[in-house]
């Protein structure tokens, strides 16, 4: 491999550790053990394992359309940073912010950032768009968890505004 490949690998590895260093920062704490929490939530170690894994795949697909096209599809890479700043975003929104409400918009429109990106990747190199599946999967039952702890605790919002 080309030093040139490297540098762009170790550039899609470290955007997507930087998106990932927001999991770590706003970490779940006491506030959200105390939250009403629907039967089927996936246990608390589930989440840096899933998310590992995920942003690695990401980091792997988003290399493998730089190699295809470079810098020629700007559409693609810009749809590829958004995404990855929502993802960050869902962090600060739910756990550092405590609000659930805006978390829930947050990773809607990163539901929709992935949508875009599988679409424009599938133009530019199938196999790295069937790559995000899974993650397009995860972000789904992340939001439909969001809604449903939102649901579930109505006084949450108002509760840490105090």
Known sequence: MDHPAWI???VFVGLNFAAATSGSLFKPGVWYAGLNKPSWTPPNLAFPIVWGLL???NAWAG???WETVG???PLAFALYVVSLMLNAGWSFLFFGRRRMDLALVDVALLWLSLVAIIAVF???RPFAALL???YLTWVTI???LNLRMLQL????RRASQA
Request: charged share 5%; aromatic share 12%.
């Open 8 to 10: 762009a690998i170790a």
């Open 55 to 57: 942003f690695a795949i």
């Open 63 to 65: 290399w493998l359309v």
């Open 71 to 73: 810098t020629g599809s």
């Open 122 to 124: 599938w133009t530019l």
């Open 132 to 134: 995000l599946i899974p």
């Open 142 to 144: 992340a939001s439909v």
């Open 153 to 156: 605790n109505p006084d949450a």
